[in-house]
């Protein structure tokens, strides 16, 4: 038979295991400049990249970041607020909708986009990882459908 102090001492170790798995996360808060020559970009996009920025914001697990990245003398500003628990977040706009998670895959984060459209849904992919001590973000992004397939590496530096 087991006795309650040993159940109370296994739930409390579970617990304590818990926290602090959760507690060791990486914090991807900072502000980070893209490093082209350490990217790899496809051959669509490596022409056209001339800088870009991504501030983050991370306190688990909410994760909000601002990018901006310009192409060919275009700035592209994005902005998106998640919280890393995997569930997904919907928005609709006419007949478009778009579908975005995030969620921890060991130490890097997972972020999903999917815009659905009644003619095609294209899909795009970031996994960040941090890297050299936290000196350096890698992204590697995967676009699927719409015609758009390509495959990056982002990699910014603090």
Known sequence: ????????????????????AAQSKPDFSG?????????????????????GTLQIEHREPNFKAHLNTVLSGRPIDATF??????????ATNGDRRNVSSLVW???????TFRDERPNATVTISFRYEL??????????????GG??????VWVYDR
Do not use: F, H, Y
């Open 131 to 144: 890297q050299d001590g936290g000196r350096r973000l890698r992204a590697i992004e995967q676009i699927r």
């Open 1 to 20: 038979m087991v006795s309650s102090c040993t159940c109370a001492a296994a739930i409390v170790s579970i617990v304590v295991a818990s926290t602090a």
């Open 147 to 152: 015609g758009r397939d390509q495959d990056n």
């Open 105 to 111: 895959d060991g130490d890097a984060l997972v972020l």
């Open 81 to 90: 607020e998640l919280v890393a628990d995997g569930r997904e977040v919907v």
């Open 31 to 51: 502000d980070w400049t893209l490093n082209p020559q350490k990217s790899t970009l496809s051959p669509i996009v490596a022409p056209a990249v001339q800088s």
